[in-house]
T-cell receptor, first 113, second 116 residues
Framework: SQKIEQNSEALNIQEGKTATLTCNYT??????LQWYRQDPGRGPVFLLL?????KEKRKERLKVTFDTTLKQSLFHITASQPADSATYLC????????????FGSGTRLSIRP | GAGVSQSPSNKVTEKGKDVELRCDPI?????LYWYRQSLGQGLEFLIY????????KSGLPSDRFSAERTGGSVSTLTIQRTQQEDSAVYLC??????????????FGPGTRLTVL
């Protein structure tokens, strides 16, 4: 069955360092992958999308890589700040079946001052 | 413009009662999704509406769950004879939808359902 795994339930990083979150998947051939941020008591908010034919995408302090051979995406936050503390979810999707968007369980990131 | 809204924000009910959760998607979005999120868990897909097509109900966990979308806009998720395991946050999302395009979802704040 299709499965997404995010590297750990929680990640604790010192402010200013780069946070790296991992998303691995099996039994799926996604057309694109998305990363969302979720704060407590709120719905997820879209951050970045990367297509299967793209290796890397950047947005301000965020960087996403996508390796379809390894079936893995890495999500980096550089110069991390306490305000970056949240849960980050990865999601896989295909063009042919929008309802088959599959979300990982998320990684809770804490940035300590 | 206005985002996705959901009501109520919190719902406490007794086991065996029926509940209705409402979602108002972003105007012009043809796709609408319902997810369930239990504490510390990822999003569990429930149902998907796309335009006038038949909904994808493959994620509904039992026949106690149903959803409808009237006029291609507002959606209602109904849970009949609620059970304690139904307690979770129910999230609604909408998107522009359509095949062959990337589909970024915009989520509402969710409805926290507690079944006593």
């Amino acid at each position: 069955s299709q499965k997404i795994e995010q590297n750990s339930e929680a990640l604790n990083i010192q402010e200013g360092k780069t946070a790296t979150l991992t998303c691995n998947y099996t039994n799926y051939s996604p057309a694109y992958l998305q990363w969302y941020r979720q704060d407590p008591g709120r719905g997820p908010v879209f951050l970045l999308l990367i297509r299967e034919n793209e290796k890397e995408k950047r947005k301000e302090r965020l960087k996403v890589t996508f390796d379809t051979t390894l079936k893995q995406s890495l999500f980096h936050i550089t110069a991390s700040q306490p305000a970056d503390s949240a849960t980050y979810l990865c999601a896989l999707a295909s063009y042919s079946s929008a309802s088959k968007i599959i979300f990982g369980s998320g990684t809770r990131l804490s940035i300590r001052p | 413009g206005a985002g996705v809204s959901q009501s109520p924000s919190n719902k406490v009910t007794e086991k065996g009662k029926d509940v209705e959760l409402r979602c108002d998607p972003i105007s012009g979005h043809t796709a609408l999704y319902w997810y369930r999120q239990s504490l510390g868990q990822g999003l569990e897909f429930l149902i998907y509406f796309q335009g006038n097509s038949a909904p994808d109900k493959s994620g509904l966990p039992s026949d106690r769950f149903s959803a409808e979308r009237t006029g291609g806009s507002v959606s209602t998720l109904t849970i009949q004879r609620t059970q304690q395991e139904d307690s979770a946050v129910y999230l609604c999302a909408s998107s522009l939808g359509g095949r062959g395009r990337t589909d970024t979802q915009y989520f509402g704040p969710g409805t926290r359902l507690t079944v006593l």
